[in-house]
Antibody, heavy 118, light 105 residues
Framework: QVQLQESGPGLLKPSQTLSLTCAVS??????????WSWIRQPAGKGLEWVGR???????NYNPSLRSRVTMSIDASKSHFSLEMTSVTAADTAIYFC??????????WGPGSLVTVSS | EIVLTQSPDTLSLSPGERATLSCGAN??????LAWYQQKPGQAPRLLIY???IRATGIPARFSGSGSGTDFTLTISSLESEDSAVYYC????????FGQGTRLEI
């Protein structure tokens, strides 16, 4: 069974860098051909795709966040990561990691709340 | 940029009734559309992909239809557990979701 689990600091100050990691089990990141994505959701609002990374390292980012986002992957350790620089209160959200099967998301982590506050 | 618009924003129905949720795209997206169900405090769950294919383990009362620019998610006989927010999602150069429809049973 495929499982994903997000981890990282839950509280940041404005201008700091957000760093999250997603641990993957049940799906080989070295042999399976999937993209791995980050999606966020501010409280009470809808879903916003942040970006995705392929096992080989190819990335695609949401154009609205591209200048601040970097994703990386360590397929041998079955995890991938998100960094977002210069965070503001507008980046406060639940951050989900998900397996990108072709274009849709078939497995999701439970989510990690990130709060940006001074 | 492809934009998805869902309607209605909120739908209130009774158990046993049929729910019809709509998702419209501003450009032809062929059948590259997925539907998700999200309950409070949970991650979204994939219901439908390629507009009409049920994901693994999804009950048959959930069905999807449409192609091009107009898509529909139908729940044939509502159960109380179907109360949730439903999102559509498309594939394009970058991935985007509709704004969601809240279904209240």
């Amino acid at each position: 069974q495929v499982q994903l689990q997000e981890s990282g600091p839950g509280l940041l100050k404005p201008s700091q860098t957000l760093s999250l990691t997603c641990a993957v089990s049940g799906s080989s990141m070295t042999t399976d051909s999937y993209y791995w994505s980050w999606i966020r959701q501010p409280a009470g609002k809808g879903l916003e795709w942040v970006g995705r990374i392929f096992s080989g390292g190819n990335t695609n980012y949401n154009p609205s966040l591209r200048s601040r986002v970097t994703m990386s992957i360590d397929a041998s350790k079955s995890h991938f990561s998100l960094e977002m620089t210069s965070v503001t209160a507008a980046d406060t959200a639940i951050y989900f990691c998900a397996r990108n099967n072709y274009y849709f998301f078939d497995y999701w982590g439970p989510g990690s709340l990130v709060t940006v506050s001074s | 940029e492809i934009v998805l618009t869902q309607s209605p924003d909120t739908l209130s129905l009774s158990p046993g009734e049929r729910a019809t949720l709509s998702c419209g795209a501003n450009q032809d997206i062929r059948n590259y559309l997925a539907w998700y169900q999200q309950k409070p405090g949970q991650a979204p769950r994939l219901l439908i992909y390629d507009a009409s294919i049920r994901a693994t383990g999804i009950p048959a009362r959930f069905s999807g239809s449409g192609s091009g620019t107009d898509f529909t998610l139908t729940i044939s006989s509502l159960e109380s557990e179907d109360s949730a927010v439903y999102y559509c999602q498309q594939r394009s150069n970058f991935i985007a979701f509709g704004q969601g429809t809240r279904l209240e049973i």
